[in-house]
């Protein structure tokens, strides 16, 4: 499966944004999905994954509260809704399609390319 992330940019600290990760050459109901991000100089870090039978849904802390994530009916784009965005969110956002939630299934997987979030007033 091929992932194309986008929905990036710039929005100001309590703002709202809204990641896309769209897949290719299959559906994603074979593949959990998450999302991890890096910050610059930072390491890249899980933020949040959703199984493949798109029921459950897992979340970091430092996300819990604010982001959604899900997927369409059609199993073929997951989502991340970022609500209440902080300066602390700004990062690189990516996509990964694996075997299950854990970090060790995702690293494994198959990644898109990042899109960057920008926090900043």
């Known amino acids: 499966v091929q992932l194309q992330a986008s929905g990036g940019g710039l929005v100001q600290p309590g703002g709202s944004l809204r990641l896309s990760c769209a897949a290719s050459g299959s559906t994603l109901d074979d593949y959990a999905i998450g999302w991890f991000r890096q910050a610059p100089e930072k390491k890249r870090e899980i933020v949040s994954c959703?199984?493949?039978?798109?029921?459950?849904?897992y979340y970091e802390d430092p996300v819990k509260g604010r982001f959604t994530i899900s997927r369409n009916h059609a199993a073929t784009t997951v989502y991340l809704q970022m609500n209440s965005l902080k300066p602390d969110d700004t990062a690189v956002y990516y996509c990964?399609?694996?075997?299950?939630?854990?970090?060790?299934?995702?690293?494994?997987?198959?990644w898109g390319q990042g899109t960057l979030v920008t926090v900043s007033s």
């Open positions: 990964a399609a694996g075997d299950g939630c854990s970090e060790y299934d995702l690293e494994r997987g198959s």
């Open positions: 959703i199984s493949s039978d798109g029921i459950s849904t």
